[in-house]
């Protein structure tokens, strides 16, 4: 019975999982020069390859599962790992030149009985005509053009070009319009902000800089367990269901969740500690908890992510009742999770010193993830992607800047981008206004649209200004302490590296080791013949390996001192002094 309904929890995972592993079908994004909307480029021998045929009608998957459907045709300029397609296409897969997406045959698209479009309001603005007659039937006439829910796709009369929206098709998600479908166009144009701001929340892993190794991890966690359930079947492991995101503020936890949750396609619950407090009379807290998770349940697949979680898991908070009653409920509903049920539970802390330790035990958030600060690659990364849609001046050096912003986090990058922009804003409409002044002086008409404007991109001086204001939102003293937690918690329960079973050779190298129970400093090298002392044994957890030598004694022993615990000195597998106090 068991193997009979593993490959059933497999599709069911996979419907929000996107799988990674490289397959023919995956192709890299490249700019095409043709600029039909329904149409994207392969080379033969790729077509022949997939068993395409030109005019076949294919299904592209792009990033976080967006979908679209086009019509391919064979072009003998593009190389066998690359696929063609222009800037609407490539929009509505939301990727851009150099992404992977996939492609396969689309056998079961059939004509349409009916679409329904819109048009996006500032494209129509000024049009009287009929947008039916003029743009649509056009572009639809006898070009038995494929559409899909959710795309949009432009269209060109004269020198106006305008953009419409799929709102709905039958049959649904897709068909493909023929002579005899019938095309609606009713309704209020669909404003660009809401376009644009639907856009935002799709937020994937590309829209995060940096924190590569991060979002492998994540991955991993996620993904694993999906793609390969025999694997944790064979050796007897139960996956993890939840994650602790934890470290200084501003660096991006909560984002991730999001981009987790985009990025394999499943629903996304957020859950803030202060909404659980509010909730705290008497019986109502429970209540809530269970229907938290049972909502969670229902929109399986589904991210059930807890912000700001120190603020209810707290650790001796017991003699509070209600945030006890609050915590002991997250710890049922967390315990009744089952793989089956396709729920993650994510949490966010920028205290993880003072979460419970139960809510951290197996089963539960048994996953810690530290966010650090970003290190000059990733502040690279996350500028880009700040101004990714902004004008930048060549003379603004992105590597200079990522040098500059030592120890700063994302939030406080993306203030220095915002007033940087701002700046920019300021001084764009300053001009404006003056050369308003200057013609409506001269008894000039107002200027045109077209006119040159005064400030095109944003220059150095731009950020110049924008870092008189910049701060650092985490001091290095709270660096250090996020550092620190983050070796307590990643290894609490830890023992010791060098360890090796009998008969197995073993050796560390000189340098200290800092442990929950004391900091123990080696030099020279330590064999597996010299027996340790039992206070070196029972310490608990390890926390860090460095290089260092008896000079450095001072510097571990402030180290030692800012933690509170104590100094163990061993010179070749001999205990050469124990400090208790310091």
Request: proline share 4%; net charge neutral; charged share 25%.
């Amino acid at each position: 019975m068991a193997k009979s309904a593993d490959p059933i929890k497999k599709d069911k995972f996979a419907t929000a999982i996107l799988n990674r592993k490289k397959r023919p079908n995956r192709l890299l994004v490249d700019d095409s020069t043709n600029d039909d909307n329904s149409v994207v480029a392969l080379s033969q021998q790729k077509m022949d390859e997939l068993q395409l045929f030109r005019g076949d009608t294919v299904l592209l998957e792009g990033k976080k599962r967006r979908e679209t459907i086009c019509i391919v045709l064979a072009d003998d300029n593009c190389s066998n790992e690359r696929i063609l397609m222009n800037r609407v296409v490539r929009n509505n897969l939301r990727v851009r030149s150099g992404d992977i997406v996939s492609i396969q045959a689309c056998s079961d698209a059939k004509y349409g009985k009916r679409i329904q479009v819109l048009p996006i309001d500032n494209t129509v603005e000024g049009i009287t005509h009929n947008l039916f007659e003029v743009y649509l039937k056009p572009y639809f006439l006898e070009a038995y053009r494929a559409v899909h829910e959710g795309d949009t796709f432009i269209t060109r009369a004269g020198m106006r070009a305008v953009e419409f929206k799929v709102i709905e098709t039958d049959p649904s998600p897709y068909c493909i319009v023929a002579p005899g479908t019938v095309i609606r166009c009713e309704g209020n144009p669909i404003k660009r902000t809401e376009e644009e701001n639907a856009s935002l929340n799709e937020i994937g892993f590309d829209d995060i800089g940096g924190l590569e190794s991060v979002k492998r991890e994540l991955q991993e966690l996620i993904q694993y367990p999906v793609e390969h359930p025999e694997k944790f079947f064979k050796f007897g492991m139960r996956p993890s269901r939840g994650i602790l995101l934890y470290g200084p503020p501003g660096c991006g936890k909560t984002l991730l969740a999001k981009a987790i949750a985009n990025e394999y396609q499943a629903n996304f619950i957020s859950v803030k500690g202060p909404r659980l407090l509010t909730m705290l009379m008497s019986g109502e807290s429970e209540t809530n908890v269970r229907d938290i998770f049972d909502e969670a349940r229902q929109a399986a697949p589904c991210i059930l992510f807890f912000d700001d979680l120190d603020s209810i898991a707290r650790s001796g908070s017991a003699s509070d009742s209600a945030t006890n009653r609050v915590i002991n409920q997250i710890l049922t509903e967390m315990d009744d999770m089952n793989a089956e049920q396709n729920v993650f539970i994510i949490g966010a802390s920028n205290r993880p010193d003072i979460i419970d330790p139960a809510i951290l035990r197996s089963g539960r958030l048994d996953q810690l993830i530290y966010i650090p600060l970003p290190d000059e690659n990733s502040r690279m990364g996350i500028l880009k992607v700040a101004l990714r849609k902004s004008p930048v001046a060549r003379d603004v050096y992105m590597n200079s800047l990522a040098r500059i912003t030592q120890g700063f986090s994302s939030a406080d990058l993306i203030e220095i981008c915002q007033r940087a922009c701002k700046s920019a804003i300021r001084e764009s409409i300053a001009k404006d206004s003056h050369r308003e002044k200057q013609q409506l002086w001269r008894r000039q008409t107002v200027m045109h649209s077209d006119e040159l404007d005064p400030v095109p991109e944003i220059r150095h001086d731009h950020f110049e200004e924008a870092f008189k204001f910049a701060r650092r939102s985490v001091s290095d003293n709270d660096l250090r302490k996020y550092q620190m937690f983050s070796q307590t918690l990643q290894q609490p329960r830890g023992f010791d590296s060098s360890f090796r079973f009998p008969g197995q050779q073993q050796s560390l190298q000189g340098g200290y080791r800092i442990f929950s129970g004391g900091i123990g400093i080696y030099q020279g090298s330590i064999k597996s013949k010299h027996t340790y002392t039992k206070e070196f044994l029972v310490a608990d957890g390890q926390m860090n390996i460095l290089p260092t030598a008896m000079s450095l004694m001072a510097s571990i022993t402030s180290v030692a001192s800012l933690l509170g615990v104590p100094v163990q000195i061993y010179y070749y597998g001999t205990m050469l002094a124990y400090s208790s106090m310091l």
